[in-house]
């Protein structure tokens, strides 16, 4: 079999040109990493670790999909994780899910934030950030984006862009060039706060929609496509920031004992068990819990005590947290077993969020 041979004249013969090759493009690849150049968390909502949905919420705090802070402001919303119709074909069919902030009553300054962490490592640069959304507009007839700089919990306001929703999807793209660090007081608060709000000059209270998904900050002036991760890799980021444990639904649709940790009782009626975090948090978490009758368990010698509150929960650290119990308890001291969440609605937060 006879092989052709390539030469420099048959590549100057081609009829493929340099000209015919888009060199923004070709720029972009050789200038930007094609992995982890995606500085937000979560942009593709496919994480929702403290639920999936939240009606009639007036609450300035993270809520439904992981990293993204709500922000009321006087506002009364619901938000939740939506999925998209598989071969959907409005936006990159790997898109599977969407966030939805819907008010029901809006407010200026109202809206959804991601806080990006180590704003350091971004100080100066030209970023650009790209995300797909459709919905409703305020009452002013438009939303606005922020960027907000936050110096060691000093925040400096970066700048505003107006966008318009529709019915569609579109993607829409925003290059900025942030504040040179010099002189700043960079500390553990500091980040780059990305908002998308009901304007400020906006005071109308009519209800409004926000569906977005898709949303990326790169560093560089070109909107690259959107860098998909695995499920595995988004959550073990989220986890960075808050550690939510609930109780396991199996396949065939029953629920079971959510497994936490071993433990021991210590005296006749108090429990401890120390669990090891399957990531290091951002900080040492604040830790909370639900408060439902006999949420929890601890099972030993062949029987389990149920109980309702935890008398206690610490960490000195951010790779582990003891957990204690005093009420409801009966057993032995040095009974050893396993201590996990037994009522189907319980839960233990760790939060380490910015």
Avoid at 12 to 23: G, K, L, N, V, Y
Avoid at 121 to 147: C, R
Avoid at 258 to 285: C, E, G, K, Q, W
Wanted: with cysteine.
């Amino acid at each position: 079999m006879s092989r052709s041979k390539i030469t420099s004249a048959s590549i100057e013969d081609s009829t493929i040109a340099a000209a015919d090759i888009a060199s923004g493009a070709v720029e972009s690849a050789i200038a930007t990493p094609l992995s982890h150049r995606n500085l937000i968390i979560n942009g593709a909502m496919q994480v929702a670790q403290r639920g999936t949905s939240v009606t009639g919420s007036t609450a300035n705090t993270y809520q439904t999909c992981d990293r993204w802070y709500h922000i009321a402001s006087g506002a009364t919303y619901n938000s939740s994780q939506e999925s998209l119709t598989i071969g959907q074909t409005d936006i990159p069919r790997q898109f599977q899910y969407f966030l939805r902030f819907d008010e029901t009553t809006g407010n200026n300054n109202s809206g959804i934030e991601q806080r990006v962490e180590n704003i350091l490592s971004i100080a100066g640069e030209t970023v650009t950030l790209s995300f797909y959304a459709k919905g409703t507009n305020p009452g002013g007839g438009s939303m606005q984006i922020e960027f907000d700089e936050y110096w060691d919990g000093s925040a400096q306001t970066q700048n505003t862009e107006s966008f318009t929703l529709t019915s569609s999807w579109q993607r829409f793209t925003f290059t900025r060039t942030l504040t040179d660090p010099t002189g700043k007081t960079i500390g553990s608060n500091s980040f780059l706060g990305i908002k998308f709000r009901q304007p400020t000059v906006d005071t109308n209270t009519n209800a409004w929609t926000l569906d977005i998904t898709g949303v990326q900050l790169e560093v560089g002036s070109v909107a690259t496509p959107f860098e998909h991760r695995s499920y595995g890799e988004e959550l073990a980021r989220c986890q960075r920031y808050f550690y939510g444990i609930n109780q396991y639904t199996n396949s065939r649709g029953g629920t079971g004992w959510a497994f936490i940790a071993t433990a021991v009782a210590y005296d006749t009626s108090h429990m401890t068990a120390s669990l090891n975090l399957p990531v290091t948090l951002r900080t040492t978490p604040t830790i909370s819990y639900s408060n439902l009758s006999g949420q929890f368990g601890f099972g030993r010698s062949g029987a389990v005590d149920y109980f309702d509150t935890l008398s206690g929960g610490n960490s000195d650290n951010n790779q582990n947290v003891n957990i204690y119990a005093s009420n409801g308890l009966s057993h032995s001291i040095g009974d050893a077993g396993y201590f996990g969440i037994y009522f189907g609605s319980a839960y233990i937060h760790l939060d380490a969020e910015l």
